[in-house]
């Protein structure tokens, strides 16, 4: 089955720890995004990458950092910097200059931290 | 500055009772608008994108349109699993945004048998 993969659904830690969020995807998309979702406002972008090895800052990318050394995957670092990271996290694709040009999602990971 | 509003907030519906949702949207040069459906606890699925006004699509129950400034999602007929989150979202050609997709805050749609 083609698609994204979050792992994990949930992930409990304490504040001052750092976390890595994983997203892998088998889509042989070019490019992937990390948003945050909080309950009552839309998806707010964290960190994109359009190619390997590249990457650039959405809006709200304090606190969080990524690495791009493979296609496939794109995993996100949620450092003890944030300060404010319980929150729903999701992972996108998409085929950079394809017709559609859709972004599709993985299933979210709910990060809580105490 | 880029804006994407979603009105309502909330709707509750009976079974079979038809309604629309909007999106309106301000952006420099539209490059698409996009409809996702989202269930609790689940990422967004993907339902639709138009491109320029006039333009409609049709997916069973829902069908979407596009003028110059907003975008309807019409829901015909609705059924208990219709029930979910609508997310709007456009692709600005130009300006800050980056051509990356500026997300409503979504209409929490509740179909009761």
């Known amino acids: 089955d083609g698609g994204i993969t979050q792992s994990p659904k949930y992930l409990f830690r304490k504040e001052g720890q750092n976390v890595t969020l994983s997203c892998e995807q088998n889509?042989?998309?070019?490019?992937m995004y990390w948003y945050r979702q909080d309950p009552g406002q839309g998806l707010r972008l964290i960190y994109y990458s359009q190619i390997v090895n590249d990457f650039q800052k959405g809006d709200i990318a304090e606190g969080y950092s990524v690495s791009r050394e493979k296609k496939e995957s794109f995993p996100l670092t949620v450092t003890s910097a944030q300060k404010n990271p319980t929150a729903f996290y999701l992972c996108?694709?998409?085929?950079?200059?394809?017709?559609?040009?859709?972004?599709?999602f993985g299933s979210g990971t709910r990060l809580t931290v105490t | 500055e880029d804006q994407v509003t979603q009105s309502p907030e909330a709707l509750r519906l009976q079974e079979g009772e038809s309604s629309s949702l909007n999106c309106s949207y301000t952006v420099s040069g539209l490059r698409g608008l996009f409809w996702y459906r989202q269930d609790p606890g689940k990422g967004p699925e993907f339902l639709f994108t138009l491109y320029s006004a006039g333009e409609e699509k049709e997916k069973e129950r829902l069908k979407a349109t596009l003028t110059k400034k907003e975008s309807f999602l019409h829901i015909t007929a609705p059924k208990p699993e219709d029930s979910a989150t609508y997310l709007c979202?456009?692709?600005?050609?130009?300006?800050?945004?980056?051509?990356?997709?500026?997300f409503g805050k979504g209409t929490k749609l509740s179909v009761k048998p």
């Open positions: 889509l042989n998309h070019d490019a």
């Open positions: 996108a694709s998409r085929q950079e200059g394809h017709n559609l040009n859709v972004e599709y």
């Open positions: 979202a456009v692709r600005d050609d130009y300006g800050g945004s980056q051509g990356n997709l500026i």
